[in-house]
């Protein structure tokens, strides 16, 4: 009976992150495929292959970006971005948005630099990202801060920490492997896990 169930065991740890993988995979793929692909089914009909969506989708991202490297058409963006700016509630929805997709695949990424943090009271060590070195804007008594984003464990939201820059230690760690680490809760990999304990020493 013990065997079955390790037999059990071990097929549940092979299989479900193989299916919950391949789950997400089809999931998104469904998802940019149809923010085209609906109209697209409806004008082609029975001619219609999945796939399509998504690289008319990438077509249209790369046209628009061409776009707005050309001096007239470039001009237009910037106006209408001025605009979304003015307008109220949707300047703030607006500049949010976009100011985080900048920051993820833009010139100037943040997420970037993996630093640590120590609660001198307690001992207990966090690991973070910093996403803004410049504090100026929040008053003259943060211009010796950072901004440390620290996510939760297994979900994506998280607190983003004012740190003064002698409280935190620059790691030498990739950001892909401390974000694996701390959105597994710090089970990800041994080898993660002894570049953080090498750096924390």
Excluded: C
């Amino acid at each position: 009976m013990k065997t079955i169930a390790k037999y059990f065991v071990n097929g549940l740890l092979t299989a479900l992150p193989i299916v919950l993988a391949l789950y997400i995979v089809v999931k998104v793929f469904q998802f940019l495929d149809g923010i085209l692909g609906t109209l697209l089914k409806e004008r082609m009909k029975n001619d219609y292959i999945p796939g399509i969506g998504i690289l008319t989708t990438l077509l249209l991202i790369t046209v628009l970006g061409w776009l707005s490297s050309q001096y007239l058409s470039g001009k237009v963006i910037k106006l209408t971005d001025r605009l979304l700016e003015k307008i109220p509630f949707v300047k703030t929805v607006y500049s949010v948005i976009k100011d985080t997709i900048h920051s993820l695949i833009g010139e100037k990424k943040s997420f970037s630099t993996v630093v640590m943090i120590e609660h001198p009271d307690t001992g207990l060590k966090n690991i973070g990202f910093v996403t803004a070195e410049n504090m100026d804007e929040l008053g003259a008594e943060l211009n010796d801060h950072v901004a440390v984003y620290i996510p939760q464990t297994f979900q994506i939201a998280g607190f983003t920490f004012l740190v003064h820059k002698d409280r935190i230690k620059i790691l030498d760690i990739k950001p892909e492997e401390a974000m694996k680490f701390l959105l597994s809760g710090g089970v990800s990999t041994k080898q993660q896990k002894k570049h953080l304990n090498d750096n924390a020493s």
